[in-house]
């Protein structure tokens, strides 16, 4: 059923020889809580040596004050956006006290919801905006299932292939509107058999009881302080990991025909009013509760395993954004923190993520329909809690497969474009990185989730003393590297002008927060 793709490829490659798929822009995202030493989530605000969370490019906050983001530019390669990560978290860790950058998508010592502090942006509007925005999450959803970490993938494919591509299907629209089609047709690729990234990569198959905070479970029990699921893969990615888990009560789901019926279905969720969340209230006694009682507060709250993503301008909606400037990139955010890798992610996944990539271009897309979406949901929900089970059955197209005979189709299917991003003169990078994955849809013991597991056992202990073993691990990598002193000097101008970009902004403010909100949402296509 993967043909197709690979004739695509080679029509393309006999029209135009010089074509290449080698080019993309490769950028990284991974969160990382700080912890202290017992393992305790920090209490300290975001250091004030890293910059203005609000205004920094590269080093920010999520959720929380002590979920530091470590985010990229979108570089020419794989190893250039490594390295530029593993810079990014040199710096922080010469400029931390005594803390450490946790090697584990999954939060341990957790002493309740009071102890995970907002992120804080600053007395600007838009500073205060963020803020309410992930006081409204915890109300919504709860501040614990916040704090899980992972790592995000984005890419985009080079500006040279666009209007070659767009000839061989004799496509006459404007280039960018076929560019967001085209994206749009990878997304729903990758969500079709998205579920073989948390099979290779999920890294969580196990949970600190502090985590549960003492809610019933169907995972096993490991020891004394830790549950685990035999044959999980991420669960961070099931229900008890951080998802919009009230969408069938509140009706809405997003949608990826296009990318009109994309942002009418996000534009939808954030102008209708859910009883729910009126329940919570907006301003009560003089403080925003959330930004507002609607069904999402803003486009970023809907959980996807992947985005379509435009950059958006200082106050701009990212719905606005997309709409006119259409689809960028695509940002995969299935992606585990790699607890045995210090950057967090490493270049094998990367040059697998982009070899699916390109198959996810070629490859047919048809739309999603309603039997469609539950396939996709019950494939994801039964890979991250069952993926190693021996057997495991998924649904393709209503019939029923074995998940070891779909991912090797799909490994098979990927061998011509990992042969094409391979560039005379690189060797085959990206050919041996797909081989290493075959080899793990064959011996599932090769996965990142086994490889936990395995070596829990080996040390005997549970999740917590692992995650922390691997978190002292990479801190002391970290600290023995050499000053990348050149990269250094510009992470400190940064940090500089980050600081004085936030004092410029809050200077700037004439609105009060009431008004500035009303403007913000008020934005119209």
Request: charged share 25%; hydrophobic share 35%.
């Amino acid at each position: 059923m993967y043909a197709h793709a690979a004739e695509k490829l080679h029509r393309l490659r006999e029209k135009y020889p010089g074509i290449s798929l080698a080019g993309g822009l490769t950028g990284l995202e991974k969160e990382s809580l700080r912890m202290g030493q017992d393992g305790a989530i920090a209490q300290t605000p975001h250091p004030a040596s890293l910059g203005s969370a609000l205004r920094h490019p590269w080093i920010t906050t999520d959720y929380s004050e002590a979920l530091l983001e470590f985010i990229t530019p979108p570089l020419a390669s794989p190893l250039d956006a490594l390295a530029f990560l593993r810079d990014l978290q040199h710096f922080v860790y010469l400029k931390l006290d005594d803390e450490l950058l946790w090697s584990a998508s999954m939060p341990c010592v957790v002493e309740g919801e009071e102890r995970i502090p907002l992120a804080r942006y600053g007395s600007s509007n838009i500073g205060q905006m963020k803020t309410v925005y992930r006081r409204g999450l915890g109300y919504r959803y709860g501040r614990i299932m916040q704090v899980i970490a992972g790592a995000h993938y984005n890419y985009s494919f080079p500006d040279a292939l666009w209007p070659q591509l767009q000839s061989l299907g004799q496509d006459t629209r404007p280039l960018q509107d076929y560019i967001s089609e085209c994206y749009f047709g990878v997304i729903r690729n990758l969500q079709r058999i998205g579920w073989i990234v948390p099979y290779l990569f999920g890294s969580s198959p196990a949970v600190c009881k502090s985590f549960l905070c003492g809610k019933q479970t169907i995972l096993d029990e490991y020891n004394e302080n830790s549950y685990y699921g035999p044959y999980a893969t991420s669960l961070r990615m099931c229900d008890i990991g951080y998802q919009n888990s009230h969408e069938d009560e509140i009706g809405f789901k997003a949608r990826y025909d296009s990318l009109e019926s994309y942002v009418d279905s996000l534009t939808m969720a954030i102008e209708t009013h859910c009883p729910r969340y009126e329940k919570i209230g907006v301003k009560v006694d003089g403080e925003y509760r959330q930004l507002n009682s609607c069904m999402l507060q803003i486009e970023n709250e809907y959980y996807s395993s992947v985005r379509p993503k435009q950059v958006p301008g200082l106050n701009e909606k990212p719905v606005h954004a997309l709409m006119q400037r259409g689809v960028r990139y695509v940002e995969l955010r299935s992606l585990d923190i790699n607890m045995f890798e210090p950057q967090g992610i490493s270049a094998t996944q990367c040059r697998f993520l982009e070899t699916l990539m390109a198959f996810c271009l070629f490859q047919d897309s048809p739309l999603i329909d309603h039997a469609g979406r539950t396939e996709i949901d019950t494939n994801l929900d039964a890979v991250c809690y069952r993926g190693r089970e021996p057997g495991l059955v998924l649904q393709r197209d209503g019939v029923n497969i074995s998940l070891q005979q779909w991912a090797g189709e799909l490994c098979e299917a990927m061998m011509p474009f990992a042969d094409a991003l391979d560039t005379a003169g690189s060797g085959r990078p990206h050919r041996e990185a797909l081989e290493e994955q075959l080899a793990a849809v064959n011996d599932p013991e090769k996965t990142h989730s086994a490889r936990v597991l395995a070596g829990m056992r080996e040390h005997d202990e549970g999740y917590f003393h692992f995650a922390k073993r691997m978190s002292l691990k990479h801190r002391q990598y970290f600290l023995d590297l050499p000053a990348n002193d050149t990269q250094f000097r510009e992470f400190e101008q940064t940090v500089r002008q980050s600081i004085a970009d936030q004092q410029s902004i809050e200077a700037a403010d004439t609105l009060s927060f009431d008004e500035f909100l009303e403007q913000y949402f008020a934005q119209t296509l």
